[in-house]
């Protein structure tokens, strides 16, 4: 079963670690997602790995053009955003 079929997700922190790996069983769920970072290495490696239900975008969450440019990003490749995995996170 394909429980996040045809979703739409954003998961910060994707670039590496526990948000890689949710970004990749969201896919193997069926969902399309994007993988947002500051990591820009990893984040491409992780779509690159993941293929093309997947897109790259920078974002820094403490910053609020960046979120909303990931869900921008979200609503223009996939045609909306039906989940924010909110994984990022660092010293304040």
């Given at each position: 079963?394909?429980?996040?079929?045809d979703?739409?997700?954003?998961?910060?922190?994707?670039?590496?670690?526990?948000?890689e790996?949710?970004?990749?069983?969201?896919?193997?769920e069926?969902?399309?997602?994007?993988?947002?970072?500051?990591?820009?290495?990893?984040?491409?490696r992780?779509v690159?790995?993941?293929?093309?239900?997947?897109?790259?975008?920078?974002?820094?969450?403490?910053?609020?053009?960046?979120?909303?440019?990931?869900?921008q990003?979200?609503?223009?490749t996939?045609?909306?955003?039906?989940?924010?995995f909110?994984?990022?996170?660092?010293?304040?």
């Amino acid at each position: 079963m394909m429980r996040l079929q045809d979703k739409v997700a954003v998961i910060t922190g994707a670039g590496w670690g526990f948000g890689e790996a949710m970004a990749k069983r969201f896919t193997a769920e069926g969902a399309k997602v994007v993988v947002a970072d500051i990591n820009d290495d990893g984040g491409e490696r992780v779509v690159s790995e993941i293929g093309d239900n997947a897109r790259y975008v920078h974002a820094d969450v403490r910053k609020g053009a960046d979120v909303a440019n990931m869900i921008q990003t979200a609503v223009d490749t996939f045609g909306r955003l039906d989940i924010l995995f909110n994984n990022a996170g660092g010293p304040a």
